[in-house]
């Protein structure tokens, strides 16, 4: 009797549970380490003497360098496997954030940090591929936010880590302490992650499938596919800028907080934790396009909130808008590799984080120009604008019977 083929990991048996907790530890090696200058960015400003735009430089020279190399990255990972891919990505970021915090000037912290990110992008490029490889095709879309939601705990617990370090000793001392916890993280993610079971690495070449630039053409061919870059593109570009300057705005006049309670503020991506996989449920019920338009609409309305010059209100409005981001950016990462062909599924998702990580780089760095020249109500306003022109692409291009299609 012929062994039946492996359908995929569904929810309730120990692989599963093993797939999405290693992944949740990846997010948390990948997203502690990059953002966690985010929550020490004035301190790095006043230390290095540079602008508040500049000081930014340092988020958004990780996030170019994800951006550069997710697509190099899901070729090597095409050709060695998606574990071993995402191993050597992790291991060898966390050897660029150790060395990091030692930085004498800040063109030396931005090399450090730009190849951070370049073996960090190890993670995004590949993540998914495995992911919607690996688990049963109807659940893909919750695991996908399960896994959204642990990179939001990353990405929490770096900032949290280090904005109160470095406010008690010094920036550097929680740079680096955040990347330790990310070395603790890395080794989870070795241990707990099953082996691939339904790809073999080197197989399109063995085969005589496609090459590389016939995957990347078919992936950038598709309208729908170009309407989720675009969202990575406009959303994450806003949202990394919204946590860049959100710091600045309220250590200054009128508000005048302390560093321990703006780092507080971060506390918000909570809300991501749980709007990410709520929304992969809602989308395998309702539809990816209704619920990915919704998110949009949560961010729009929690970027309102934050015109209103109270902190209580503006801490509001930053987990409504944070909540908005994660649900949106759950559903269009994990809708690029279902609506991608078979053979660039690996290379739709990478061009979907090329797209997302560029956008936080460009508009990481170029809204803080806009924010020390005009305030922080116009700064909003593009934030706004940015976000509703993404709802309007997504609405124009992004077809709502897909879902049903792919047997959601």
């Given at each position: 009797m012929s062994v039946p083929e492996f359908a995929g990991h569904v929810p309730?048996?120990?692989?599963?549970?093993?797939?999405?907790?290693?992944?949740?530890?990846?997010?948390?090696?990948?997203?502690?380490?990059?953002?966690?200058?985010?929550?020490?960015?004035?301190?790095?400003?006043?230390?290095?003497?540079?602008?508040?735009?500049t000081a930014a430089l340092t988020v958004s020279a990780a996030t170019l360098g994800i951006a550069a190399t997710v697509i190099p990255w899901s070729m090597v990972a095409d050709r060695i496997g998606r574990i071993p891919a995402m191993a050597i990505g992790i291991i060898a970021a966390t050897v660029f954030g150790l060395t990091a915090p030692f930085s004498t000037g800040i063109e030396m912290l931005l090399a450090l940090?730009?190849?951070?990110?370049?073996?960090?992008?190890?993670?995004?490029?590949?993540?998914?591929?495995?992911?919607?490889?690996?688990?049963?095709?109807?659940?893909?879309?919750?695991?996908a936010g399960s896994y959204t939601a642990g990179t939001t705990v990353g990405g929490l617990s770096g900032r949290l880590i280090a904005g109160p370090l470095g406010e008690v000793f010094d920036w550097r001392i929680g740079a680096w302490s955040v990347t330790v916890l990310c070395a603790f993280a890395a080794a989870l993610f070795l241990w707990l992650s099953p082996r691939a079971r339904r790809f073999v690495p080197?197989?399109?070449?063995?085969?005589?499938?496609?090459?590389?630039?016939?995957?990347?053409?078919?992936?950038?061919?598709?309208?729908?596919?170009?309407?989720?870059?675009?969202?990575?593109?406009?959303?994450?570009?806003?949202?990394?800028?919204?946590?860049?300057?959100?710091?600045?705005?309220?250590?200054?006049?009128?508000?005048?907080?302390?560093?321990?309670?703006?780092?507080?503020l971060f506390l918000a991506y909570l809300a991501g934790t749980v709007s990410s996989p709520w929304a992969g449920s809602l989308a395998s019920r309702n539809g990816r396009?209704?619920?990915?338009?919704?998110?949009?609409?949560?961010?729009?309305?929690?970027?309102a909130l934050m015109l209103i010059p109270h902190p209580i209100v503006i801490l509001a409005g930053l987990v409504v808008f944070t909540a908005g981001f994660f649900g949106a950016h759950a559903i269009a990462s994990s809708w690029a590799p279902v609506l991608a062909d078979p053979d660039s599924r690996a290379q739709a998702p990478s061009l979907y984080y090329f797209a997302y990580y560029a956008g936080s780089s460009l508009f990481g760095w170029a809204l803080g120009i806009a924010f020390g020249a005009l305030d922080w109500n116009w700064f909003l306003t593009i934030v706004i604008t940015m976000g509703a022109v993404a709802a309007l692409i997504a609405l124009a291009t992004l077809r709502p019977d897909a879902p049903a299609r792919e047997g959601l």
């Open positions: 309730g048996s120990g692989s599963y549970r093993r797939l999405i907790a290693g992944l949740f530890f990846a997010g948390v090696a990948t997203f502690a380490q990059l953002y966690s200058l985010q929550a020490v960015l004035p301190q790095v400003s006043a230390d290095l003497h540079v602008t508040p735009s940090r730009l190849a951070e990110g370049l073996a960090l992008g190890a993670v995004p490029a590949v993540a998914l591929a495995y992911l919607s490889e690996e688990v049963h095709v109807r659940h893909v879309a919750v695991a080197g197989r399109l070449r063995v085969d005589g499938g496609p090459g590389m630039l016939a995957r990347l053409a078919r992936a950038l061919r598709s309208p729908q596919l170009l309407a989720l870059y675009a969202q990575g593109f406009l959303l994450m570009g806003a949202f990394v800028a919204v946590y860049n300057y959100l710091g600045f705005h309220l250590l200054g006049p009128p508000f005048l907080l302390p560093v321990w309670l703006v780092t507080l396009r209704r619920v990915l338009l919704g998110s949009i609409g949560v961010f729009g309305a929690g970027a």
